[in-house]
């Protein structure tokens, strides 16, 4: 078996309160329709993602497939992300379970989003010249 099989493991998650407040700290999003994304600059060489789906959203059966939807399009699209970064996925309500569309979804934000913030840590030591 030479194919290329790309996972998504235990050590590519955001599961602590911690993390997960590390990027909510930040203050550092993007959106869109189907996704607002939050995120901050890891020190390791692959970006992890964290999802977080309200009750809004429906029942457990329900939430844990928007999960299963998200999990599978970060998975698939993990070569595209730029790496070392944490996200934390927050689908929108009324999100629409169509696989092709979060792919496109996740892999335009999380690439605004690193642009964005690699941008601001650049101009940052600028600003406090005198």
Same mark, same amino acid.
């Given at each position: 078996?030479?194919? &290329?099989r ?11 309160? =911690?993390?997960?407040d =590390? $990027?909510? &700290?930040?203050?550092?999003? $993007?959106?869109? =329709?189907?996704?607002?994304?939050f995120?901050?600059k ?11 789906v309200?009750?809004?959203?429906? &029942? =457990?059966v $329900? ?5 299963r939807?998200?999990r599978e ?15 934390v996925l $927050?689908?929108?309500v ?11 979804s996740i892999?335009?934000?999380?690439s ?15 600003? &406090?010249?005198p």
């Open positions: 078996m030479s194919e &290329n790309l996972s998504l493991g235990q050590h590519q998650r955001l599961k602590k309160t =911690a993390e997960f =590390a $990027v909510y &700290n930040l203050k550092k999003s $993007v959106s869109d =329709a189907q996704l607002i994304l995120g901050k890891n020190e390791l060489p692959l970006s992890r993602i964290g999802l977080s309200s009750k809004k959203h429906g &029942n =457990a $329900v939430r844990n497939r928007i999960k939807m998200l399009a970060f998975r698939t699209r993990q070569l595209q992300i730029p790496p070392g970064f944490d996200f $927050v689908p929108r009324g999100l629409e379970l169509d696989l092709r569309l979060l792919q496109e892999q335009k934000l999380t605004r989003l690193a642009r964005r913030i690699s941008e601001q840590k650049e101009t940052r030591p600028a600003e &406090n010249l």
